[in-house]
């Protein structure tokens, strides 16, 4: 325990007879004969307590006190008073003085006070240590917490890509089953859809392992000031044949006055591509409804540069499923699908600050929604 002690007194009788007392009660004193001397060797040593005269010419002890508790707030400081002076007593304890003595000092009630002063030093470093030792322990505890969620997120992406792969090579192997019974046959039908089989699960693995690269390529998005319609008409374009073929309705609306976005024109392209892709295939899946339509929107929305909708009229979602379906490998195709579409979608939507929703009902379709923040002001004139 600190046993130092600075005593602050302008007579210097009263300083060598406290000096004394206190050396005899074990603490090392130091002492000061105005308020600016105790200043300056309190800056000097940081003793942990001070005993100071209340009454004192230039700067009394309210005015040291304050200061003190200015320069360190935990400094424990008893104020000596004499009869007359109990409301500057009780005036210091407001400014945080420990305690106060009366001249003529006695000396039992000096050693409470102290005492006192001490209880008080040993408490706030109990509760300082134990402050440290629970902030530790949530730091322990958070970076244990952390660490079993990374390492829990690995296991599902490690299990999901495991089934994707499984479902891929049990493709592969069931195209390469085809394929030998025609070569054995000398069946040309089997030939070829065994060579179909493994020509779709080639591309399958090639795609999966493209996404892959482009879901875990740690790139900043190339933002540039675009026409937000210009990608949905893009995408549009690229699977109205698709769509065509299937008997689907594929559709658009852009309004007029959404005016100029700032994003990386192909990651958007991307994500859009892959809603309208999983928007056919759900109408494609739903083979018993007469009426198949995909509607794709860029509409202006309050808050935002651009919203774009991807509404369907195909199989929908359950409520249980609707919320898996931007996690891991999740997909709702069986073997046809890997479940890392959505994800990179969901992942370049993040990289933009924009938001990405679905809505969806069984049997009536389903509606996703991205929105992206404006950005930047459009500058003709910097492009």
């Keep these: 325990m600190d046993k130092s002690i600075l005593l602050v007194d302008?007579?210097?009788?009263?300083?060598?007879?406290?000096?004394?007392?206190?050396?005899?009660?074990?603490?090392?004193?130091?002492?000061?004969?105005?308020?600016?001397?105790?200043?300056?060797?309190?800056?000097?040593?940081?003793?942990?307590?001070?005993?100071?005269?209340?009454?004192?010419?230039?700067?009394?002890?309210?005015?040291?006190?304050?200061?003190?508790?200015?320069?360190?707030?935990?400094?424990?400081?008893?104020?000596?008073?004499?009869?007359?002076?109990?409301?500057?007593a009780i005036k210091?304890?407001?400014?945080?003085?420990?305690?106060?003595?009366?001249?003529?000092?006695?000396?039992?009630?000096?050693?409470?006070?102290?005492?006192?002063?001490?209880?008080?030093?040993?408490?706030?470093?109990?509760?300082?240590?134990?402050?440290?030792?629970?902030?530790?322990?949530?730091?322990?505890?958070?970076?244990?917490?952390?660490?079993?969620?990374?390492?829990?997120?690995?296991?599902?992406?490690?299990?999901?890509?495991?089934?994707?792969?499984?479902?891929?090579?049990?493709?592969?192997?069931?195209?390469?089953?085809?394929?030998?019974?025609?070569?054995?046959?000398?069946?040309?039908?089997?030939?070829?859809?065994?060579?179909?089989?493994?020509?779709?699960?080639?591309?399958?693995?090639?795609?999966?392992?493209?996404?892959?690269?482009?879901?875990?390529?740690?790139?900043r998005p190339d933002f540039q000031a675009c026409d937000p319609g210009q990608p949905l008409r893009e995408v549009v374009d690229l699977m109205r044949p698709r769509a065509k073929a299937n008997g689907i309705d594929l559709s658009t609306r852009f309004d007029k006055d959404i005016g100029?976005?700032?994003?990386?024109?192909?990651?958007?392209?991307?994500?859009?591509?892959?809603l309208v892709t999983n928007a056919l295939d759900a109408c494609i899946a739903d083979s018993g409804k007469k009426e198949k339509k995909v509607m794709v929107r860029a509409i202006k929305k309050r808050g935002w540069g651009v919203e774009y909708q991807v509404e369907d009229t195909g199989c929908g979602m359950t409520a249980e499923i609707k919320k898996k379906i931007f996690q891991s490998f999740f997909s709702t195709k069986g073997t046809d699908g890997t479940g890392i579409g959505l994800m990179i979608t969901k992942k370049i939507i993040d990289e933009h600050k924009g938001e990405i929703t679905a809505e969806s009902k069984v049997g009536a379709g389903s509606t996703f929604v991205i929105r992206i923040p404006k950005g930047l002001h459009y500058k003709p004139d910097a492009l």
């Design 10 to 88: 302008d007579e210097e009788g009263i300083r060598k007879v406290l000096s004394i007392l206190l050396a005899d009660m074990g603490y090392q004193v130091h002492t000061a004969a105005t308020g600016a001397e105790a200043l300056r060797t309190f800056e000097k040593l940081r003793p942990s307590m001070v005993l100071t005269d209340i009454k004192m010419p230039e700067m009394d002890g309210i005015e040291l006190l304050r200061k003190l508790k200015q320069i360190s707030p935990d400094t424990e400081v008893i104020m000596i008073t004499g009869h007359g002076d109990m409301d500057l």
């Design 92 to 219: 210091s304890v407001k400014y945080e003085a420990t305690d106060f003595v009366t001249k003529p000092i006695n000396d039992e009630i000096l050693e409470i006070a102290l005492k006192r002063a001490h209880e008080r030093i040993t408490m706030r470093r109990k509760l300082d240590d134990y402050t440290h030792n629970l902030e530790q322990l949530v730091r322990d505890k958070t970076k244990k917490l952390v660490e079993a969620e990374r390492l829990a997120a690995i296991g599902q992406t490690v299990a999901g890509l495991s089934h994707a792969i499984k479902n891929i090579t049990g493709g592969l192997k069931g195209g390469a089953f085809v394929l030998e019974k025609g070569i054995e046959l000398g069946e040309q039908k089997y030939l070829m859809q065994g060579w179909e089989m493994i020509k779709g699960n080639v591309d399958k693995i090639t795609n999966l392992s493209l996404d892959l690269l482009n879901y875990a390529k740690d790139s």
């Design 260 to 274: 100029p976005c700032h994003f990386d024109p192909d990651l958007i392209h991307h994500s859009l591509l892959n």
